[in-house]
């Protein structure tokens, strides 16, 4: 059960957010900035690349990796294919996952390993076998790490990552919004550099300032009424999320959002893109899990019985209501059988500031979803 009252008490919601979630999405602008000047001082800036590389490998653990790996394909599009590397192993520890390149993979490729913890043996053994196969490498870790050193070893580029002093103080969830743009933001700055996608610093400047922003908007001393995240929060409190996405951008955000409520809210969510979503989802909104399904029971208990889950639609979007777009039939859909639906589209922007946008607000909404239903 959603506690409303508590999105609106600061004092509680920082009380109740033991993970420092909250204090991640705040300070994801400041993550950028930092991780920008990082990246500078490692000198990405002066990197002379031979050409594009013929396909991005990229290794880590857990969501971070997933969804970085996921927003950086959809940036570079159809050039350099980007392909995430999945670990195998018997439990999700660190010491227990291991990696394997491609057999492939050679000196046209670039191997990027991405980790906010570092001490991982398997993620080592793979740059080391990278620069057996004359892979480039390039680590994004903590400095001082076992994977540091592995990265040097294999003539690679380290990039230590934007740490906060409380990271340290217990492990961060793998979608906690800090942790995303620590690793990202490095990323990016290099392929700029390689020529794979745009983003040079006063791009990251701006996606910067837009998550500064977001944070303003969306912050926990703003109240529910005027803050899309916490209503966005309040409204899928008790349902079962259908995240449609419309636009190139959108995809990856609506996956990092289903992603992120299961972790953080332990919230089931499915997600699937416009126009195909129609389709998909189009059976599912018909059987009982709609509003119009199961009618409210009058003689319900309402303190012992939890209210029956019924689906929310959220329709995320990157691009303006001009146009060829799904959004209508979408929004026909959903209520021709009861299903009531949630939009979030940015403002304007470069397709990285409204990408951030899109995760901003989707963020903050998923971990005050979490800290009101006490997860």
């Known amino acids: 059960m959603l506690d409303e009252s508590l999105l609106d008490t600061p004092e509680g919601l920082a009380e109740a957010d033991r993970r420092g979630l909250l204090r991640g999405a705040a300070e994801a602008g400041a993550r950028v900035r930092t991780a920008a000047r990082y990246a500078a001082e490692a000198g990405v800036g002066d990197l002379k690349p031979d050409g594009r590389?013929?396909?991005?490998?990229?290794?880590?653990?857990?969501?971070?990796?997933?969804?970085?790996?996921?927003?950086?394909?959809?940036?570079?599009?159809?050039?350099?294919?980007?392909i995430r590397l999945a670990p195998i192993g018997v439990a999700p520890a660190a010491g227990a996952l291991r990696w394997e390149l491609p057999g492939w993979a050679g000196s046209v490729d670039l191997l990027l390993i991405a980790t906010p913890d570092g001490t991982e043996p398997g993620l080592c053994l793979l740059a080391e076998q990278?620069?057996?196969?004359?892979?480039?490498?390039v680590g994004v870790a903590p400095a001082g790490t076992p994977l540091a050193e592995a990265v040097a070893a294999a003539h690679g580029l380290f990039l230590p990552v934007a740490t906060a002093p409380y990271d340290q103080e217990e492990p961060l969830a793998a979608s906690s919004p800090g942790v995303l743009w620590a690793l990202l933001t490095p990323l990016?700055?290099?392929l700029d550099r390689v020529g794979l996608l745009s983003a040079p610093p006063d791009v990251l400047e701006k996606v910067a300032g837009r998550l500064d922003h977001i944070a303003e908007r969306c912050g926990p001393a703003i109240a529910t009424y005027s803050n899309a995240a916490k209503t966005l929060a309040a409204e899928l409190a008790d349902a079962l999320p259908l995240v449609w996405t419309e636009g190139t951008s959108a995809g990856p955000a609506g996956r990092r959002f289903a992603a992120a409520l299961a972790e953080l809210s332990g919230v089931p969510a499915l997600v699937a893109e416009l126009p195909e979503a129609l389709a998909a989802h189009s059976a599912l909104l018909a059987g009982p899990l709609a509003a119009s399904?199961?009618?409210?029971?009058?003689?319900?208990?309402?303190?012992?019985?939890?209210?029956?889950?019924?689906?929310?639609?959220?329709?995320?979007?990157?691009?303006?209501?001009?146009?060829?777009?799904?959004?209508?039939a979408a929004r026909d859909l959903a209520l021709s059988h009861d299903t009531p639906i949630s939009e979030l589209e940015p403002e304007e922007g470069g397709e990285l500031e409204t990408l951030a946008e899109l995760i901003a607000v989707t963020d903050f909404a998923a971990v005050y979803l979490a800290l009101a239903s006490g997860a």
Request: glycine content about 10%.
């Open 293 to 328: 399904a199961d009618p409210d029971d009058f003689f319900r208990d309402r303190v012992e019985e939890a209210p029956a889950l019924h689906a929310r639609v959220v329709l995320l979007r990157d691009r303006p209501s001009s146009g060829l777009t799904a959004a209508p």
């Open 53 to 82: 590389p013929r396909s991005v490998l990229i290794a880590g653990p857990g969501a971070a990796a997933t969804h970085t790996a996921d927003l950086i394909g959809t940036m570079a599009g159809p050039g350099s294919p980007v």
């Open 188 to 190: 990016l700055a290099v």
């Open 130 to 137: 990278a620069y057996r196969r004359g892979c480039s490498v």
